[in-house]
């Protein structure tokens, strides 16, 4: 069975400083990860996603991910945070096989970014 | 980008009656849908997950004379909350994905927030 996993329930980072959300996976075959974000009240939107190729993944709003594949992990960057960029963050694993080409959901993780 | 729509994004009603929530890909075709539950603070729930023109597919743990879902075309899925509870009061994501390819992601309606009094 895939799992996802968030270690972080809440992050705090000061606005201008570079952030970090953390994430790795477990998968049986090869993972297709991505990131999401949820603001109060809403669904999710598409941050990004690694499917193959680049370790260094862009996406949305200037967030970007690194795909490690020795230490499982996906975790979500940005050099320099916003107070907008507040939002709970969730991370997702894919995998063809042994996880019926399903989402899989962290527990999330929310960011707090403060002036 | 992709949009979901998902109507209506709040209702509140009394026990015993049924409540159905829309969900549809605007500028899409969504051969899968899925369907999510979320508590508050915590993780979405996949519910079940349905194809364009079959039966939709249940999580374990999951009623489906509870949660009827039809996915009748390939751009509109319904969930009907039968004989809803207060237990059930949650908040209800769709989500649609064209194709199965790994490189199709899941696109996302903006939520039901259901309560049930």
């Known amino acids: 069975a895939q799992s996802v996993a968030q270690p972080e329930d809440q992050v705090n980072v000061a606005e201008g400083n570079p952030l970090t959300v953390k994430c790795t996976y477990s998968v049986s075959g090869n993972p297709y990860l991505f990131w999401y974000v949820q603001y109060p009240n809403r669904g999710l939107q598409f941050l990004l996603k690694y499917i193959t190729g680049d370790n260094l993944v862009k996406g949305s709003y200037g967030f970007e991910a690194e795909f490690n594949k020795s230490q499982t992990s996906f975790h979500l960057k940005k050099p320099s945070a916003l107070v907008s960029d507040s939002a709970l963050y969730f991370c997702?694993?894919?995998?063809?096989?042994?996880?019926?080409?399903?989402?899989?959901f962290g527990t999330g993780t929310q960011l707090k970014v403060e002036l | 980008g992709a949009v979901v729509s998902q109507h209506p994004s709040w209702v509140i009603c009394k026990s015993g009656t049924s409540v159905k929530i829309e969900c549809r890909s605007l500028d899409f075709q969504a051969t899968t849908m899925f369907w999510y539950r979320q508590f508050p603070k915590q993780s979405l729930m996949l519910m079940a997950t349905s194809n364009e023109g079959s039966k939709a597919t249940y999580e374990q743990g999951v009623e489906k004379d509870k949660f009827l879902i039809n996915h009748a075309s390939l751009t509109l899925s319904t969930l009907t909350v039968t004989s809803a509870h207060p237990e059930d009061s949650s908040f209800y994501i769709c989500?649609?994905?064209?194709?199965?390819?790994?490189?199709?992601?899941?696109?996302f309606g903006d939520g039901t927030r259901l309560s049930i009094l």
């Open positions: 989500s649609a994905r064209s194709g199965t390819g790994v490189n199709q992601p899941q696109h």
């Open positions: 997702a694993v894919r995998a063809l096989t042994g996880g019926g080409n399903k989402l899989t």
